[in-house]
């Protein structure tokens, strides 16, 4: 039993602030194992259109068997619409759904062996849990004996079993939402749809429940969508993360890689935060680069060429916080730093976030994790000096 | 789960949607908007002695078809001033009523949508059970009332206020008093819907801000409640403006209202045309409230 | 003992107003003379004397039926049409369709009457049919205005069900109709059962639509009511008017007592989850 999730830090809701890396890459490492190359699900070039506004813009997906996939984006990004599309509430006005090669844009959902939990759970509130879980499997008219045993099996999957003849309106919202992974698993379908899995539960369930719908999905094996605007939640569960706005797939990676080489400034702002600094690519070459930056005050370098054509030489360089370092005394060399004053301290346990203030009046945030006890830190108002290392920074567009 | 299943299986459902619209749609096409076009095309012909008592529009000749269409009618209720004062006093009377029912009816619903949430349930079914118990009774009730032998006069008498009885029953004023009491429950039932939707916070703002609390009625409670008085209002004044039993059984000789003018001449004078067109004009008369109700309520099935 | 508002004072007042003249029936509807204003003493004679009234006993019978038809057939249409409404989009005929459901709630007895009695006339010289006029008639007309305060009550409730729910069942694998009478028909059930009552309320209650589409075979009971009342203050009908004072409030105060002990169940499960 793999149980990799232990590594998450419920106390903190900035974990990607936290030196992640390896801890990230080991997580989706072990998870990977158990993804196979295998295409269960193709979306190809679907586009959907409500009264002449573009809600899914021409978008390809692959999903594999056997991984965890989240669609991430804001309200109004499509992905609701694209999910629903999938579970068949949506019929696309072009493209092609294909499950297991088959076709399957318009067939209607109740043909569909795709299952869905509902942001809501739409428990059927006159049916006890039990009944619930049979719902799907009296619809496939399936033997009453093994309806029995497989909603049994699936009570004891999600630790429910004392719960069979409660109502829904007689749970608490962790056990109604383990009654809906339940309800819609008990068909084993192919592919499980969760539509904001966690949005029903206040912070502290939720960071749990995490956890353990992961490890219950891992059980099963089966393969899963979810739709989320948490990115938080979105890394946690996911193998692989789609980052969506406007209807458009902006980028598809793993949760290392959209947090660590993000696509554009977009993707960078909306997965955790990020300093930003405007410049111009005015040296560029196979093995580093160099970038004036007024904002800064101070040229950047980079230690990879980025091959940028010669007309695009207007650029954004990103660097999350926890890789933006905090000195009493000024960094050595030309690049890469900036003095300021401390405007902000905010303490959030873990680590602090410092608000500095630039010479150039742009305010950088540096996240510090508290490894020691009241350990001698700068203060509100000290002068200070930002730098990082010249691997941390990513060059970014529009 | 083959394409061609599927397929087949959208082709028949594709038209079974169609009937499930079909049948409420046809049922209220045949039986409530076909008749209105029937009543416009008898209000169009002339009487006549016959089974039925009106001539035909469309005559069928052994060559031709001609048309007669006859505005006789309504150019006879324009001559007569018996139903212009008619359906003045209808207007008139509707309108009093609707008033009163406004303003003892909204303090009401008011009350009720500040009351303790227990007590909610409680005052609403007490609110409307009267109006599902009889409407005719709840008339006839009035008749023992108000009558010169009735309790209140006898009463009266009894105390020795008065000498003689006041007479009461057979005027306007005890066929206001009828249509208040018979649809006060209607004024009071989408206030008071209104009225609980309204947020307690937007109150506890307005004094917040330094509003006393009958400004705060006059500027956020009021304004916040105009889809429900529109509702309330329209609910008393359309049916009260065609109302026939209270004048028949409250009212008097001076009571001329439009719905009874309507029943005497179809079923006393057996008018089959002059009785369409009375109302066809009722209709005319009421279309802007019943537009205004429908604007209301369909904004209400929409939130 | 804080001064009460005067919304309060109003409500008080009003209820007074409600249902002081139904008191008065009641009482007085234990009068020994025929004089319905002046009290000669307790009497039980009137009751007695309505149930020997056979006009009334069969107007009371005739009016159940119909009354028990038109709301059956009532809360059949009305639920379509309302589900028609709140859960098909957009498609042709749908404005025509809410105006024409709204339009009955306020439309005036008379017109209404008129017209439909009109239209059975025309029918009958068209088709034939209706030959006579009696409770067939008077069916179709209250299931018509019936069906739309249905329409209302159903769809308000409707409108609060969480369409998921509906999607979830055919996500598992329930094709439409099915859903429809799996799920969607036994949650809105109280509504359905409160759009019955209104309906078959409205049905016993109605007269004027009932006089112009009846004919000679069919006689309701408000049209014995009201032949009666217009002759003036009749005792007998005060015994009438307190059965069904009674009926309603014993309907109403049963209805009003399991809801508040289904929500008290409630209540207490939900205390039960959050200790257990």
Redesign the interface.
């Known amino acids: 039993m793999t149980q990799p999730m232990t590594l998450t830090n419920p106390s903190t809701d900035i974990r990607h602030q936290l030196p992640a890396e390896q801890e990230m890459s080991s997580t989706t490492g072990k998870k990977s194992s158990r993804v196979q190359k295998e295409t269960l699900m193709e979306i190809r070039r679907v586009s959907k259109r409500f009264d002449e506004a573009l809600a899914v813009d021409d978008v390809s997906l692959t999903i594999r068997r056997g991984e965890i996939f989240a669609l991430l984006g804001g309200s109004g990004s499509g992905k609701s619409t694209l999910l629903r599309m999938l579970?068949?509430?949506e019929k696309p006005c072009e493209g092609q759904i294909l499950l297991e090669g088959?076709?399957?844009s318009?067939?209607?959902?109740?043909?569909?062996?795709?299952?869905?939990m509902?942001?809501?759970y739409?428990l059927?509130?006159?049916m006890t849990v039990a009944e619930n879980i049979a719902?799907?499997l009296k619809?496939?008219k399936l033997p009453k004996a093994e309806i029995r045993e497989r909603v049994a099996e699936m009570l004891k999957l999600v630790h429910m079993e004392g719960f069979a003849k409660?109502?829904p309106?007689?749970?608490?919202g962790g056990q109604r939402q383990r009654v809906a992974l339940a309800?819609?698993l008990a068909?084993r379908p192919s592919l499980l749809l969760l539509d904001e899995p966690m949005g029903a539960l206040d912070k502290k369930l939720r960071t749990e429940m995490q956890l353990e719908v992961v490890e219950i999905l891992e059980r099963v094996g089966v393969t899963c969508i979810m739709v989320t605007h948490d990115q938080e939640e979105a890394m946690t569960m996911a193998d692989r993360v789609a980052i969506m706005s406007d209807g458009w797939i902006v980028q598809v990676g793993s949760p290392v890689d959209v947090y660590e080489s993000p696509a554009n400034r977009m993707v960078a702002e909306f997965v955790g935060t990020v300093n930003l600094f405007a410049g111009e690519i005015v040296m560029d070459e196979a093995d580093c680069c160099v970038i004036d930056s007024p904002e800064l005050g101070r040229r950047i370098r980079i230690d990879h060429g980025i091959s940028t054509p010669a007309d695009e030489r207007g650029v954004w360089v990103a660097v999350r916080p926890e890789k933006t370092l905090l000195s009493l005394e000024q960094p050595k060399g030309d690049f890469n730093w900036a003095a300021g004053t401390v405007e902000d301290i905010a303490y959030l346990g873990g680590l602090s976030v410092y608000y500095v203030r630039t010479e150039q009046g742009h305010l950088v945030k540096v996240s510090l994790a508290n490894t020691t006890r009241r350990s001698e830190r700068p203060g509100w108002d000290d002068e200070v000096y930002i730098h990082w290392d010249e691997r941390s920074a990513v060059v970014l567009r529009d | 789960m083959s394409a061609p299943i599927s397929q087949r299986l959208q082709r028949w459902f594709r038209p079974r949607r169609g009937w499930v619209i079909a049948v409420p749609l046809l049922w209220l096409t045949l039986f409530f908007l076909l008749p209105f076009g029937i009543v416009l095309k008898i209000s169009l012909s002339e009487a006549a002695i016959a089974i039925p008592p009106y001539s035909a529009i469309v005559n069928v000749g052994a060559e031709t078809v001609s048309l007669v269409v006859s505005f006789s009618n309504y150019l006879f209720l324009m001559s007569d001033s018996l139903y212009v004062a008619a359906y003045w006093g209808s207007l008139k009377i509707a309108f009093v009523a609707t008033l009163a029912c406004l303003l003892i009816g909204y303090p009401m619903a008011y009350a009720m949508a500040r009351a303790p949430a227990h007590w909610q349930l409680v005052l609403l079914l007490l609110v409307m059970l009267p109006s599902w118990t009889s409407f005719l009774i709840r008339v006839y009730a009035w008749m023992g009332i108000l009558s010169n032998n009735g309790l209140i006069n006898n009463t009266l008498l009894w105390l020795g206020l008065i000498d003689s009885p006041i007479r009461m029953m057979n005027t306007n004023f005890a066929v206001i008093l009828g249509i208040v009491y018979a649809y006060l429950p209607f004024m009071i039932l989408p206030l008071y819907a209104n009225l609980t939707r309204l947020d307690g916070s937007l109150l506890e703002a307005a004094s917040d801000l330094g509003s006393r609390s009958f400004n705060t009625f006059l500027k956020v409670t009021l304004p916040l409640s105009k889809g429900g008085i529109i509702a309330g209002s329209m609910l008393v004044f359309i049916p009260a403006v065609g109302e026939y039993v209270i004048p028949e059984l409250l009212g008097g000789p001076n009571t001329v209202m439009i719905g009874k003018v309507l029943w005497e001449e179809f079923f006393n004078n057996r008018d089959w045309p002059v009785a369409s067109a009375l109302a066809m004009v009722m209709l005319a008369l009421l279309l802007i409230p019943i537009a205004l109700f429908h604007r209301y309520q369909s904004r209400e099935l929409k939130e | 003992m804080r001064k009460p508002s005067f919304t309060t004072v109003m409500l008080i007042l009003g209820l007074l107003f409600l249902y002081l003249p139904m008191l008065v029936l009641v009482f007085y509807s234990f009068n020994s003379s025929r004089l319905v204003t002046v009290w000669a003493g307790f009497s039980g004679r009137w009751y007695i004397e309505l149930f020997r009234d056979q006009q009334i006993l069969n107007a009371v019978w005739t009016s159940l039926r119909i009354a028990f038809f038109s709301a059956s057939m009532a809360v059949c249409l009305g639920t379509l049409a309302a589900f028609v409404m709140v859960r098909f989009g957009r498609f042709r005929g749908k404005t025509a369709l809410s105006s024409m459901v709204t339009a009955p709630l306020v439309m005036p007895e008379v017109i209404t009457g008129l017209s439909l009695l009109l239209l059975f006339v025309h029918m009958a010289q068209l088709i034939g049919w209706p030959a006579d006029r009696g409770m067939a008639t008077i069916w179709i007309a209250h299931t018509t205005f019936c069906s739309a305060y249905v329409a209302v009550v159903v769809s308000s409730r409707l409108r609060e069900v969480d369409l998921s729910l509906e999607e979830a069942a055919m996500d598992l694998g329930a094709p439409p109709v099915k859903t429809f009478f799996q799920i969607t028909l036994p949650v809105i059930a109280p509504a359905l059962a409160a759009g019955w009552l209104l309906a078959f309320t409205l049905s016993l209650d109605d007269l004027v639509i009932a006089s112009f589409v009846s004919g000679p075979g069919a006689t309701t009971l408000p049209m014995v009511v009201f032949s009666s009342v217009r002759l003036g203050v009749s005792p007998k009908i005060n015994a009438l008017a307190t059965l069904i004072i009674l009926t309603v409030s014993l309907a109403t105060f049963l209805a009003w007592y399991f809801m508040r002990r289904s929500e008290a169940k409630r209540r207490i499960a939900m205390r039960m989850q959050q200790e257990g």
Do not use: C, V, W
């Not at chain 1, 209607?108 to 795709?114: G, M, N, Q, T, V």
């Open positions: 579970a068949g509430f088959k076709d399957i318009r067939t209607p959902p109740y043909e569909r062996a795709i299952n869905m509902f942001q809501s739409a059927f509130p006159h719902f799907g619809q496939d409660r109502k309106h007689q749970l608490s309800r819609s068909k």
